[in-house]
């Protein structure tokens, strides 16, 4: 069902504490907490005695101590405590995952533990790039994961889920380019002398219409960098209104996923487009949200596979589905679901 040995994320650094964090991944419990020493840790959120919740339970220093019966376990998933009892068996662990914080998101190895590579993390540096101001959260969505991977590589509904804020006729109306490389999926949509969206408007004084280009990147197992850049149609390209779109999606389970997403921009670093930026994202993908939601229900209500039709604006997503599903396929057996 899910591909295993890639990083997926498992939380924003913002949200990680000394609070136990529970989390759904890949159809695995998993409680996420900051040791004294600020360093991010992640185990298995079922004590192994009676299979309470560790998430229920509480910090004592780098342990976690159940909240069931008081059995205390450390960051390495090893239990150093059982109140009333000396001896503890070796067996009584906890299973314990790689974790690695960086680009201000926790990222988790849900795989083989010895095929986990802090090099092989996603590439989303700016959120950590000075010249570049950050804005960004997470929603978790009622919704296979898939189904957002399909909306974001093909942005032609912004023309109609978001016209409030993102979206006009011009990125519906204009074809995008579709290319594959390995695994990866790149969608173009260059869109020339067009009127800019409402958000667009707010954020910069355009004079007149706007030359406005998409660039899409997909790579497994479900992460999505957006590349968006409008310059004035008239004038040379100048005051340019670029930002990216910074997506790390993680399944929960068939029918739920976190989307973890971030929009840095090279311009106006002050607060308040800032706070115009994060509203109008938070507004945009909150729209998509209604959308993905009610795609799942329906495909839920009904039994059997669904046969889709596909038009030219699907080349991107069906192309990164059948990467998926190559990789899926290619999944040692001895793998887990």
């Known amino acids: 069902m899910f591909l295993r040995n890639y990083w997926y994320v498992a939380a924003t650094s913002e949200e990680l504490s ?19 020493d600020g360093k991010a840790h992640a185990m298995e959120d079922a004590c192994p005695h009676r ?75 700016w959120n950590d790039d000075p010249h570049w101001t950050y804005t960004g959260g997470q929603f978790e969505i009622k919704c ?30 204009t074809p995008a380019e579709t290319s594959v490389s390995g695994e990866s999926v790149r969608v173009f949509r260059l869109m020339k002398n067009c009127p800019p969206p409402p958000l667009y408007s707010k954020l910069k004084s355009f004079p007149g219409n706007i030359n406005r280009s998409q660039n899409i990147l997909f790579t497994p197992p479900s992460n999505i960098v957006i590349e968006s850049k409008s310059t004035a149609a008239e004038g040379g390209g100048g005051d340019a209104l670029e930002y990216r779109v910074l997506n790390a999606i993680t399944p929960a389970a068939a029918d739920v996923c976190y989307h973890f997403w971030s929009v840095p921009r090279n311009f106006a670093p002050d607060g308040e487009i800032t706070k115009l930026f994060h509203k109008g994202s938070v507004t945009a993908f909150s729209e998509d949200i209604v959308v993905l939601e009610a795609q799942q229900k329906a495909i839920s209500a009904r039994s059997g596979d669904i046969q889709w039709k596909n038009f030219n604006v699907d080349t991107g997503n069906v192309a990164a589905r059948r990467i998926v599903k190559s990789l899926l396929d290619a999944q040692p057996v001895s793998v887990p679901d």
């Open 144 to 173: 296979n994961y898939l189904l957002l991977v399909d909306n974001l590589l093909d942005l032609s509904h912004e023309s109609f889920v978001h016209r409030s804020t993102i979206g006009n006729d011009a990125v519906a109306e």
């Open 18 to 36: 000394r609070e136990l964090l529970p989390r759904i991944i890949l159809n695995e419990p998993v409680v996420l907490y900051r040791a004294p």
């Open 51 to 125: 299979s309470l919740p560790l998430s229920m339970g509480e910090l004592i220093g780098d342990r976690i101590r159940c909240g069931y019966h008081g059995l205390e376990f450390d960051h390495t998933g090893k239990c150093v405590r059982i109140p009333g009892q000396e001896h503890i068996a070796a067996g009584w662990k906890v299973k314990t995952y790689p974790v690695v914080e960086k680009w201000r998101w926790i990222w988790i190895w849900m795989g083989e533990p010895h095929l986990a590579d802090p090099a092989a993390i996603p590439n989303m540096y």
